[in-house]
């Protein structure tokens, strides 16, 4: 019984690096509201993300017949997708507190008839730095330049 109470009072009284007295395991609901605690990688990982608006705007059909898309790879972090006439890829780098960094976009040079939306969204893909999933939409965002792009999974 002794022996019980001491393992007890061992656990209860947990000490951090510090000294400090901590709970362990324990997240109040403030934090748990707050992005920096929350880990989303493995909800925007090998998933086909539709592009469905860049900076609060629906895309305009597209006369290629393409969707633009990306698909961030587990192997190698890298991202590949379409910008609706080229095809793209590159890097990416997962933060704490749902930080993204995409580095090294590559693209096909394919010329087609409407390339104004693709350009905003090339052009915009390296400044995002933060990202945020809610159900199926994923919203990437630039903390800079308040450039926002929002996708849709496709199954």
């Known amino acids: 019984m002794a022996v ?25 609901s403030t934090e748990a509201l707050n992005s920096e605690n929350i880990d989303q990688s493995a909800d925007i990982l090998e998933k086909y ?15 290629m017949g393409r ?12 991202i590949i997708g379409n910008g609706g006439c080229n095809t793209l890829s590159g890097h990416y780098e997962l933060k704490r507190g749902n930080g993204i960094v995409l580095s090294k976009i590559a693209t096909t040079m394919m010329a ?3 390339m104004e939306t693709e350009g905003k969204f090339l052009r ?4 995002y ?11 990437l965002t630039s903390t800079s330049t308040n450039a926002s792009a929002r996708f849709e999974a496709v199954y």
């Open 67 to 78: 969707e633009a898309h990306i698909i961030f790879k587990t192997e190698n972090s890298r």
């Open 129 to 139: 730095d933060k990202y945020l999933i809610v159900a199926d939409t994923l919203t």
């Open 49 to 63: 993300w539709k592009l469905t608006s860049i900076n609060g705007e629906a895309l305009p059909a597209n006369s």
């Open 124 to 127: 915009a893909l390296e400044t």
């Open 112 to 114: 087609c008839l409407d």
């Open 4 to 28: 019980v109470l001491v393992h007890i009072i061992a656990l209860v009284s947990c000490k951090n690096r510090t000294g400090n007295s901590q709970d362990v395991g324990v997240v109040s």
